[in-house]
């Protein structure tokens, strides 16, 4: 303590000769209240002792501090003793927020190591490893197990915070890179709330902005409880116009706004039971065309203790801001440079000088070596079916997915693209966020991105989970003014520009996807 903090307490020193014993006495007591813990971390990693320093010392200050001072001095109504007691509790304090500000240090140690940003009040520590997930967080055993047959050894940097953030309570919002594991870092957060299943309504949604990525995140879902009993719901066509969810048991319900939005509308649904509301991909949800359906579900969700959270792998400050109006005292959790693409992609630029050009240095990159899996995006369904439609013919096997075709169709496009049956996908955009095709060599753009984020996501189908891949970007004359922006990212991920793009005036993203000529290899008139 020190002496001139109080006047009360001034000149007033610490006799611990005469105090001996009943000093002895407090020690021993402090020595057991440490050897509680270290059998517990015995299997950490030496990284995470500690957390184990850390848990030591908050279980102290909160059960050991007033029941040990009272025990030990009750019987004693000398003032010094009185003095003694209150010394040794300073002295620990001082100790404790020694303790408090070194691992504060340690933290943001390890978050520069693991290039995680945080702001925001009290953040909790970031995860070593899953043995501590289970030992400061009691993750059951069925998860890790499922993880281990997952054969997920470490946990990915976004994982680290954000699991410990939102397992603390507390709304967040993150942005890390495409591939680097963002699902598991909402889904487990949730499955250690809910414990078990339950029969009193829904407890989670989960909204995705296409269909395709619900139906993904509700089998890496299922995958993460296999062998426990969960309720967990892809809001199908089927099931937003036939299902009463007072009927059926929910525990977490993925699904697009829309036919949440549906359900409710039609009085088929009752979220006012949601504890945890996720946005993944939030800045396309906060988009015009689906802000009005998330703003409906937002509301529906009218649980007063309800946790938000947002992720992407894009986040304009535009939806950050929107972000902070609904959210409360909200982590923020960027990983890397915000809005940056994956650096596990060599990225490239080819210039075709005109649509035409295009089909011909696609004929001529597959003969020369193809190697499967490839996606191919398009700017629009018309046009994806025009090069679908070139393809076809040619000696490869190659499948086409857009938003005209029906839910099934769709849904055997993904499944064959995944187990290798197709070897070429053409597709929208509708494909190009969140679906995680693990072996994606090469993506193509074949018609330019319309916007930074959508370059960013296309791109990161391939290079996921630490892998690496390639992404190529066709360009015309037409596109060269644009080029910049994309340079841009390819030089914040490492990738080599060429200087000249780089001396690229800045120019605004098209608000309109521009006319292009129809894919054919029909001279055009
Ligand atoms: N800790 C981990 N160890 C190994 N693999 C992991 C780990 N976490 C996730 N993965 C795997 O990494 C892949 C990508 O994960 P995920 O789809 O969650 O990425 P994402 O960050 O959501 O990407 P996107 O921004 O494209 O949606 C998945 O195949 C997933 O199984």
């Given at each position: 303590m020190e002496k001139d903090t109080s006047f009360l307490f001034s000149g007033i020193t610490f006799n611990r000769k005469k105090f001996a014993p009943d000093f002895a006495r407090f020690q021993e007591k402090e020595a057991d209240c440490a050897t509680d813990e270290p059998a517990l971390f015995e299997n950490?990693?030496?990284?995470?002792?500690?957390?184990?320093?850390?848990?030591?010392?908050?279980?102290?200050?909160?059960?050991?501090?007033?029941?040990?001072?009272?025990?030990?001095?009750?019987?004693?109504?000398?003032?010094?003793?009185?003095?003694?007691?209150?010394?040794?509790?300073?002295?620990?304090l001082l100790l404790g927020k020694k303790e408090y500000h070194r691992q504060l240090e340690r933290d943001a140690l390890f978050r520069k190591k693991h290039n995680i940003h945080v702001s925001g009040s009290n953040i909790p520590s970031p995860l070593q490893s899953f043995t501590e997930l289970k030992l400061r967080h009691n993750c059951k055993s069925y998860l890790l197990r499922n993880l281990g047959e997952l054969g997920f050894k470490e946990l990915t940097p976004i994982q680290r915070q954000a699991i410990p953030v939102l397992l603390s309570g507390r709304e967040c919002f993150a942005c890390a890179p495409t591939g680097s594991g963002k699902t598991f870092a909402f889904v487990c957060p949730i499955l250690m709330k809910l414990e078990r299943a339950s029969k009193d309504g829904i407890r989670a949604v989960i909204l995705c902005p296409t269909h395709e990525l619900a139906a993904q995140t509700t089998r890496e879902c299922k995958k993460l409880v296999k062998g426990k009993k969960f309720y967990i719901k892809l809001m199908t066509k089927q099931l937003t116009k036939s299902a009463d969810f007072s009927q059926q048991p929910c525990d977490i319900l993925i699904s697009t706004p829309y036919r949440v939005h549906y359900a409710v509308r039609k009085r088929k649904l009752d979220l006012s039971k949601v504890e945890y509301l996720v946005l993944d991909e939030a800045d396309k949800l906060f988009e015009l065309g689906l802000v009005k359906q998330v703003d409906a579900v937002v509301k529906a969700c009218s649980n007063p203790s309800i946790l938000r959270s947002l992720f992407s792998a894009t986040l304009p400050d535009t939806v950050e801001e929107l972000a902070r109006t609904i959210m409360h005292d909200a982590v923020r959790i960027i990983i890397g440079r915000k809005n940056s693409a994956s650096e596990?992609?060599?990225?490239?630029?080819?210039?075709?000088?005109?649509?035409?050009?295009?089909?011909?240095?696609?004929?001529?990159?597959?003969?020369?070596?193809?190697?499967?899996?490839?996606?191919?995006?398009?700017?629009?369904?018309?046009?994806?079916?025009?090069?679908?439609?070139?393809?076809?013919?040619?000696?490869?096997?190659?499948?086409?997915?857009?938003?005209?075709?029906?839910?099934?169709?769709?849904?055997?496009?993904?499944?064959?693209?995944?187990?290798?049956?197709?070897?070429?996908?053409?597709?929208?955009?509708?494909?190009?966020?969140?679906?995680?095709?693990?072996?994606?060599?090469?993506?193509?753009?074949?018609?330019?991105?319309?916007?930074?984020?959508?370059?960013?996501?296309?791109?990161?189908?391939?290079?996921?989970?630490?892998?690496?891949?390639?992404?190529?970007?066709?360009?015309?004359?037409?596109?060269?003014?644009?080029?910049?922006?994309?340079?841009?990212?390819?030089?914040?991920?490492?990738?080599?520009?060429?200087?000249?793009?780089?001396?690229?005036?800045?120019?605004?993203?098209?608000?309109?996807?521009?006319?292009?000529?129809?894919?054919?290899?029909?001279?055009?008139?």
């Open positions: 950490a990693d030496p990284e995470s002792e500690h957390v184990a320093m850390v848990r030591t010392d908050k279980k102290r200050k909160a059960t050991s501090d007033p029941v040990e001072g009272f025990s030990v001095f009750k019987s004693s109504k000398s003032k010094k003793a009185k003095d003694q007691m209150e010394e040794t509790n300073e002295d620990k596990t992609i060599k990225q490239k630029l080819v210039f075709v000088g005109s649509e035409e050009g295009k089909l011909l240095a696609l004929r001529q990159s597959f003969a020369e070596s193809l190697n499967p899996p490839v996606l191919i995006f398009v700017q629009n369904k018309e046009r994806a079916k025009e090069l679908y439609n070139e393809l076809r013919y040619d000696d490869i096997r190659a499948d086409v997915i857009h938003a005209d075709l029906p839910e099934m169709q769709r849904e055997n496009a993904v499944d064959n693209f995944r187990s290798g049956k197709t070897w070429v996908l053409v597709a929208t955009d509708v494909i190009a966020r969140g679906m995680d095709f693990k072996g994606v060599n090469c993506v193509i753009n074949y018609d330019f991105p319309e916007s930074m984020a959508a370059y960013v996501h296309r791109i990161g189908r391939s290079g996921r989970a630490g892998r690496s891949g390639e992404a190529i970007t066709l360009y015309t004359e037409a596109d060269v003014p644009y080029l910049r922006n994309i340079a841009n990212v390819m030089a914040a991920s490492g990738c080599e520009v060429p200087a000249w793009i780089m001396a690229l005036a800045k120019k605004k993203w098209r608000k309109y996807r521009p006319h292009r000529e129809a894919i054919s290899n029909k001279p055009q008139d």
